[in-house]
């Protein structure tokens, strides 16, 4: 039996790796089980899988579980309380599911600690790709990627050689606005915006999604994950998200992994590698599929993916910066603060004024957030104010 660790056991990739654990309950124990704020959802998850310890980020959320919980589990707080949750000796495997650069720290608790981690929290890599590589290799820890596209591309290097590896495809849907023009962008909803046409997920993810800087975050975490260069890395438009990734080796072969466009596909592989369990949906009918159809992304309209483009060639902290002021201009537009098409103005100023340092010293990347936090907070209540 595997014990495991979930780190963001409320939210979307969370609740699912809960669900899969429930069906598989001879093949996996939860030991542990974390949460921002949801402790009404913790809560509920806790009475149900009975882990030995949580952890909780808000501290004051986690004092009013200590109070309903009391001498029932014990109740960790805030990030200290992440790290250490993620550094469970008894643990087998580490979900690392929280959403944002917040998931940096515990991701090299559990690698220091020597657990397997299954990676959802793709910022991790986004923002500390240089030391948690750097971690990886020291200590010969395993990461197996979560993301949809990252598990496609991990399960088509199987038995491969890196030698032989000559570009990544990460694929895409394009998302809710696909074929839209910026003009037409001006008025976007949240409701909207949220609205993805193929995947279920998190509030967050999917605007990045909307704006295809998901696509931009997911090359930088691919070039740390396989260690591709970046011009070896491509973005392809698959609307039908059925291809969920490809390789190409230098023989000219390609191999592409399809499947639904569900997350319990590879959140169920991550769980059982290197076994394979039963699939939690119906196989694919491919005559009912249709066509499969494919087209670049298009950086004119969804300008997000070039500054990501940018940023990961830049290296060093721009990275760093760029996520921390995607972080906070997506949370101003679900807040109803910003319009849509600012999203990406926002991020561009922030990057445009960043002098960048080295990548690979923590304290350094932490400085250079708290920076490209507050500087993209002062470009937001401008634009609020006009």
Aim: charged share 25%; with cysteine; net charge neutral.
């Amino acid at each position: 039996m595997k014990r495991v660790t979930i780190l963001g056991s409320t939210g979307s990739i969370g609740c699912q790796t809960v669900e899969i654990i429930k069906k598989h309950p001879k093949r996996f124990k939860v030991l542990g089980l974390s949460a921002h704020k949801n402790i009404d959802l913790l809560e509920e998850q806790l009475i149900e899988l009975r882990p030995q310890i949580v952890a909780v980020l808000d501290k004051a959320a986690a004092m009013e579980l200590k109070k309903r919980v009391e001498g029932k589990v014990r109740v960790l707080v805030g990030a200290e309380g992440l790290e250490e949750l993620a550094s469970l000796p008894e643990s087998d495997l580490v979900v690392n599911a929280i959403v944002g650069s917040a998931g940096l720290d515990p991701t090299i608790a559990a690698i220091e600690a020597d657990k397997e981690l299954a990676l959802a929290n793709k910022e991790s890599l986004v923002v500390g790709g240089e030391i948690v590589r750097g971690l990886v290799q020291k200590r010969g820890a395993r990461v197996i990627p979560v993301d949809s596209e990252h598990s496609a591309i991990f399960q088509c290097l199987q038995g491969e050689s890196p030698g032989d590896v000559v570009r990544l495809l990460l694929t895409g849907s394009g998302g809710p606005f696909r074929g839209k023009r910026l003009e037409e962008l001006k008025d976007v909803a949240v409701e909207e915006a949220l609205a993805h046409p193929r995947w279920k997920m998190g509030r967050k993810i999917s605007i990045d999604s909307a704006t295809l800087m998901n696509k931009g975050l997911e090359i930088i975490e691919a070039h740390f994950l396989f260690g591709i260069d970046y011009d070896r890395i491509e973005v392809v438009i698959h609307p039908q998200s059925i291809i969920h990734s490809m390789v190409e080796f230098r023989d000219g072969s390609i191999k592409a992994h399809l499947g639904w466009a569900d997350m319990r596909i590879p959140i169920q592989y991550a769980l059982s590698f290197p076994e394979r369990l039963s699939s939690p949906l119906a196989g694919l009918d491919f005559s009912d599929l249709g066509q499969f159809t494919f087209e670049k992304p298009d950086l004119v309209n969804f300008p997000c993916l070039e500054l990501a483009l940018q940023a990961a060639r830049n290296g060093r902290t721009y990275p760093a910066v760029l996520n921390a002021a995607n972080e906070e201009a997506v949370a101003a537009f679900l807040d109803r603060r910003i319009p849509f098409i600012l999203i990406p103005q926002i991020i561009g100023q922030t990057l445009d004024t960043h002098s960048p340092r080295n990548a690979n010293d923590l304290s350094v990347l932490k400085e250079v957030e708290r920076w490209a936090r507050n500087r993209t907070k002062e470009l937001i209540k401008r634009a609020s104010e006009l």
